[in-house]
């Protein structure tokens, strides 16, 4: 069965939950004090950390970290993986990264929508971000700032935002919830409240070997308290 995770910044938790639910089947401390962002290889997990401004590889679902590097920019929120690379998002920059596989190196990058780019995901051919000022969800053409689609945020502070092959999952701040739309949409088809008071980072865990099952087949977060 897949599952949500997701991170919070007043627990300083990872969590694991139970399919698309509130019910934590396990949970660990982030490696510093800001967790942010969350992505899944297939195996590991990865996050970013606003206070200690790096980016980190889990073993497995655990606290245990068998490697990391500094983000490029000094405000890293957003992180995700496209089965090969590590893609960023900054909040300093208002920018979003592609790594060189999972390291500092950026083989390309473009301007963020708006000015507090937080979510980061990837759906096997384009970009999903959410931004904070414009409290929007943006689908980019591939990777680049070219938007093609967007609508406004079930809340007023979008953060986290996943993909489950057919629907957009997004976490926001002001609400404390987690929201599973209809496809890329605005039309919430279910929802819960975060496990503790400040969501940040989500992911949908549904991969094999860094790929997310999907319509493609296989492929592979302006209020400064929010920062």
């Known amino acids: 069965m897949a599952n949500v995770l997701s991170s919070d910044t007043i627990s300083l938790q990872i969590y694991l939950h139970t399919g698309f639910s509130s019910t934590i089947s396990n949970s660990f401390a982030s490696p510093s004090t800001s967790p942010r962002g969350l ?4 195996t590991n ?15 497995g679902f655990s606290s245990t970290i068998s490697n990391s590097f500094s983000s490029p920019s000094t405000g890293p929120v957003g992180v995700s993986w496209d089965g090969t690379n590590v893609l960023s998002s900054d909040t300093s920059s208002a920018k979003i990264y592609l790594h060189t596989g999972f390291s500092s190196t950026i083989s390309s990058s473009f301007a963020s929508p708006s000015t507090l780019p937080f979510g ?12 904070a000022t414009l409290d ?86 302006q209020d400064p308290a929010i920062l």
């Open 39 to 42: 992505s899944w290889d297939g």
């Open 45 to 59: 997990v990865l996050s970013s950390d606003y206070s200690s401004d790096k980016i980190y590889l889990h073993t």
């Open 120 to 131: 980061v995901s990837w759906d096997g051919t384009n970009v999903l971000s959410s931004d």
């Open 136 to 221: 929007k969800i943006y689908l980019h053409t591939g990777f680049s700032s070219t938007i093609s689609s967007s609508f406004a945020s079930p809340s007023t502070t979008p953060v986290g935002v996943s993909w489950d092959g057919t629907n957009v999952l997004s976490a926001d701040y002001d609400s404390d919830k987690i929201y599973l739309h209809t496809g890329f949409s605005s039309t919430i088809s279910n929802s819960f409240s975060s496990p503790s008071t400040a969501p940040r980072g989500l992911e949908w865990d549904d991969r094999v070997g860094g790929r997310r099952r999907g319509r493609y087949g296989y492929i592979m977060f």
